[in-house]
């Protein structure tokens, strides 16, 4: 399957700072999804990206799906300490199959 | 409210063991999923069924097993032939064109 690949693989800002984790594909995606994942948790669902050029905001979150279909990214507008945790970035693979990247982790310093 | 449970939390294993984890849904979905999460990195799928009576291997599916007899539930064995159990065992479920839905996971340790 087609690799999905993350970048950074950390980040640690201040509180206030802002936030963006890539997503990145050498061959068009399908459609992108974006999860959370708390320190000792489970991923959690935020958004999915189907269309070409799609912005979607939730809040200080801002998804971005590039023109190309080959990338993705998610911007946290002045990040708090509660947005700590690690974001995946996911494609539909195959037959609601998923491949996901391996995530940035987030750290945010109060 | 619906969601996915996952039983247990912590299990250990002893080497030659095998061990069930179990996976139960109440969302009505039709696909389940098995993903193994190692330390500071991505989930990788072990199996995925589409719908009852049917699975399929997933990246890593070698030393482990599944079972879809019933559409809620979705258990995963851990055999014997898997030499590096240990992880992050995480259970999903969806419908096309949404989200996973996560359970809790469940945290395997060989001892």
């Known amino acids: 399957g087609q690799q999905v690949m993350q970048i950074p693989q950390y980040q640690h800002v201040q509180e206030g700072e802002d936030f963006t984790t890539y997503c990145n594909s050498s061959?068009?995606?399908?459609?992108i999804q974006w999860y959370k994942q708390r320190p000792g948790g489970h991923p959690v669902f935020l958004i999915q990206?189907?269309?070409?050029?799609e912005v979607k905001k939730q809040k200080r979150l801002t998804f971005q799906f590039g023109e190309a279909k080959k990338n993705s990214s998610l911007h946290i507008t002045a990040t708090q300490t509660t947005d700590v945790g690690t974001y995946f970035c996911?494609?539909?693979?195959?037959?609601?199959?998923?491949?996901f990247g391996a995530g940035t982790r987030l750290t945010v310093k109060p | 409210d619906g969601g996915i449970t996952q039983s247990p939390k912590y299990l250990f294993r002893k080497e030659g063991q095998n061990v069930t984890l179990s996976c139960e849904q109440n969302l009505n979905h039709d696909a389940m999923y098995w993903y193994r999460q190692d330390p500071g990195q991505g989930l990788r799928l072990i199996y995925y069924?589409?719908?009852?009576?049917?699975?399929q291997k997933g990246d890593i599916a070698e030393g482990y097993s599944v079972s879809r007899e019933k559409k809620e539930s979705f258990p995963l064995t851990v055999t014997s032939a898997q030499k590096n159990p240990t992880a992050f065992y995480l259970c999903?479920?969806?419908?096309?064109?949404?989200?996973?839905?996560f359970g809790s996971g469940t945290r395997l340790t060989v001892v």
């Open positions: 061959t068009t995606l399908s459609n």
């Open positions: 999903a479920s969806s419908i096309p064109g949404r989200g996973y839905t």
């Open positions: 996911a494609d539909f693979y195959n037959n609601n199959d998923m491949r």
């Open positions: 990206l189907v269309k070409s050029g």
């Open positions: 069924s589409q719908i009852v009576n049917d699975f």
